[in-house]
């Protein structure tokens, strides 16, 4: 192979880091406290990646329009405030972004959280410096709408065929089909493989670290 990506996009929770728990538990606790049906673990998993209000919708079907601020409100708080739930990044993560940004790679993440929530995480995790640019699901369309990655290319000033969207969700990949972008999924995260593989990933990778591997192996690096 002879692939050059001179930019890769990363979804945030589920990829680079393990969150699921906090999730869940958060958007359970939010159900709770507005009254709404127990909402199981699966059901919860199901839907991270999705913006809080698509993902609210899934979750309650014909909820009133007028919860779904609470709702969001509610989960912000726990999984900002309250949630003691400990997320961490996946084994490897930090030192491979850092090797790819080193040979010369553009990077970048597209991320159903909020902007409030990516920018939490950038100073917990101090990856910030790392990213060229991102996408949050509150100031563009939600996944699996491919507006976001759309507008990363724009800013860019890069093509589809330069990039390679990365993510552990459906709707992640689903994103980068849409967008015209070759995809990797990540085995690891929110969804089983077996919702991943239809979408064709061009690598699915079981440890963050394999990706820096097969880039070195199969793809000519950036000029």
């Not at 919860?44 to 899934?58: D, F, K, Q, T, Y």
């Not at 997320?87 to 080193?102: H, P, R």
């Not at 000033?157 to 552990?168: F, P, T």
């Not at 089909?177 to 079981?206: C, E, F, K, Q, W």
Request: net charge negative; charged share 25%.
């Amino acid at each position: 192979m002879n692939i050059v990506y001179k930019l890769l996009i990363f979804d945030w929770d589920g990829t680079i880091i393990d969150s699921a728990a906090r999730i869940i538990a958060s958007m359970q606790k939010a159900a709770r406290d507005l009254g709404q049906a127990e909402l199981t673990d699966d059901a919860v998993r199901n839907i991270i990646g999705l913006g809080l209000p698509e993902a609210i919708r899934v979750l309650i079907p014909g909820v009133d329009e007028s919860l779904i601020p609470q709702l969001r409100d509610r989960y912000g708080y726990y999984y900002l405030e309250a949630d003691d739930t400990p997320t961490e990044l996946f084994d490897g993560v930090e030192q491979t972004l850092i090797n790819l940004k080193q040979k010369g790679y553009r990077l970048a993440v597209a991320t159903g959280k909020s902007r409030r929530g990516l920018e939490r995480v950038f100073v917990q995790t101090g990856l910030e410096y790392l990213f060229e640019t991102s996408r949050c699901a509150d100031e563009t369309t939600s996944k699996p709408h491919p507006h976001m990655l759309e507008e990363i290319l724009e800013e860019t000033h890069l093509s589809a065929a330069d990039a390679v969207m990365i993510g552990d969700t459906e709707f992640d990949l689903e994103m980068g089909v849409r967008a015209g972008m070759d995809t990797i999924a990540a085995s690891y995260g929110a969804h089983h493989v077996d919702r991943l593989t239809p979408y064709n990933p061009v690598l699915v990778m079981h440890r963050f670290t394999e990706l820096e591997n097969w880039l070195a192996q199969t793809s000519r690096q950036p000029s």
